[in-house]
């Protein structure tokens, strides 16, 4: 069996140039929530200098002489980006592994883990038309490596990242080339997958610096320090598969909902505001997940920066029976919040809250569900909600939304350089123009 890594590069700044074919070729950066910090670059951003996690204060005056595009994050668009490429992989095989929002195994049981040189040869141009067909479908470039196992797939995609600065198609097959240990060698043990920055300064201390190094090391020395998790990464890289697909995701036990406030806030109003749209949103992913909460907790907090009074207060709940209707998780979010918040400190100072969330715990599947002899059921409550999230799914997020949970939201984050909700939204359809 053979194993794929596709890997979507630079993917925030791919999907805003899907978009904006215009930002081809030049540097872009991605902000974080508020617009704090630089979470993602292009390869010509990255090019310039700009460090990933930078604050954006400090290098915006540089990033404008440069003339560095800057976007705020568009998680919506970045989401339904992510699963169109998730969707257009399932057409080559159903075994996909999403790993996380830009990355994805792919297995294919059929495949020799240790072709002849036709098969590879044939592997290679296999591998370039899943690169192709996903540029084709989606707009976003990938890097793609096949390999016996997946640690090996992963350190092809850094040697991909090496084939793009050589102006090469990032996709081939890893398995049975001959050239196997100039990769190795050529990849620093810090880019091997399970290895990071904690490990790295003690292998290489102990004269392990490269990929290569690290596979040729002792079974013993291995097992002794880096335990059976790092002998089965050494296996790995030998090409004997420890790592086996995980074809089920693994079930979520907690959900958070929060968000920092684009400016601090003081009006308990607007915080319940914020507190019951996170609670709304928290509801729409249980459903959409078919879980159930069996505990809610409410926190606001003044994060402890600027002046103050400072204060991170909690409370939480039980959900009493557990539940994912958006109703019910609002009233016992009201009483969560009425016990934790707090307007003033002792000296009579206000605090000035910037961030606010909920977390639903103790989750468990929705169906079967336990009744309540003392709580009684709501009739139609179900539908109502299935009608709902069916609206939003459609016409785009807040099309119909609980009272509660406001219309103005003042508190919400700064974005002011969103790109439009292309994909997600009727508001954020293209327009065409015939000057």
């Keep these: ?32 929530n508020n617009d704090g910090c630089i979470i993602a670059r292009s390869d010509e951003a990255k090019a310039l200098g700009v460090p990933m996690g930078a604050p954006y204060f400090q290098w915006k005056t540089r990033l404008e002489r440069w003339g560095v595009v800057v976007y705020s994050s568009n998680y919506a668009l970045y989401a339904d980006m992510s699963r ?22 792919l297995a294919f049981p059929g495949f020799p883990a240790h072709p002849d040189d036709a098969l590879r040869l044939r592997l290679d141009a296999f591998a370039e038309e899943i690169y192709r067909r996903v540029l084709r479908w989606t707009g976003v470039p990938t890097r793609v490596a096949l390999a016996p196992t997946k640690t090996l797939a992963k350190v092809g995609c850094e040697h991909a ?17 001959p050239d196997l240990d100039r990769i190795l060698a050529a990849t620093p043990v810090g880019d091997v997958w399970g290895v990071g920055w904690r490990l790295r300064p003690f292998l290489e201390r ?46 979520r036990h907690t959900l958070v909902r929060s968000r920092s406030f684009g400016q601090a806030v003081t009006d308990p109003d607007w915080l319940r505001e914020a507190v019951a749209s996170h609670v709304e949103r928290a509801g729409e992913k249980l459903r959409a997940e078919r879980l159930a909460a069996g505990a809610l907790t409410v926190f606001v907090t003044t994060k402890g920066h600027g002046p103050g009074p400072h204060l991170h207060a909690a409370h939480g709940v039980p959900l009493i029976p557990a ?3 958006t109703p019910s998780l609002l009233r016992a979010a009201r009483d969560a919040f009425e016990r934790c918040y707090r307007a003033a400190s002792a000296d009579g100072r206000p605090y000035r809250y910037k961030k ?35 609206l939003n799914a459609r016409m785009g997020t807040r099309a119909v939304f ?19 909700p292309f994909t997600t939204s009727w508001r954020g359809l293209p327009t065409a123009r015939a000057d």
Aim: with cysteine; proline share 7%; glycine share 6%.
């Design 161 to 177: 990242k090496r084939l793009v600065r050589a102006g090469r198609t990032p996709a081939f097959c890893l398995a049975g080339r």
């Design 323 to 325: 539940t994912n209707r």
């Design 84 to 105: 169109r490429v998730m969707e257009t992989l399932e057409t080559f095989t159903p075994d996909v592994e999403p790993y996380s929002i830009d990355e994805a195994f």
């Design 1 to 32: 069996m053979l194993f794929a890594l596709v890997d979507c590069a630079n993917f925030y700044a791919s999907c805003e140039r899907v978009f904006d074919p215009s930002l081809a070729r030049k540097p872009v950066v991605i902000l974080s």
């Design 206 to 251: 102990n004269g392990v610096r490269t990929s290569l190094d690290l596979r040729d090391s002792d079974d013993a020395w291995v097992r002794r320090h880096l335990r059976v998790t790092g002998l089965r990464m050494v296996h790995e890289l030998r090409g004997t598969s420890c790592l086996p697909m995980e074809r089920l995701p693994q079930p």
């Design 402 to 420: 609980f009272a509660r949970a406001g219309t103005t939201q003042p508190w919400q984050m700064q974005c002011d350089r969103r790109s439009a």
């Design 356 to 390: 606010a969330g909920v977390i639903c715990a103790e989750l468990a599947p929705a169906r079967p569900a336990q009744g309540h002899l003392f709580v009684p059921d709501e009739p139609g409550m179900d539908a109502l909600l299935e009608a709902v999230d069916r």
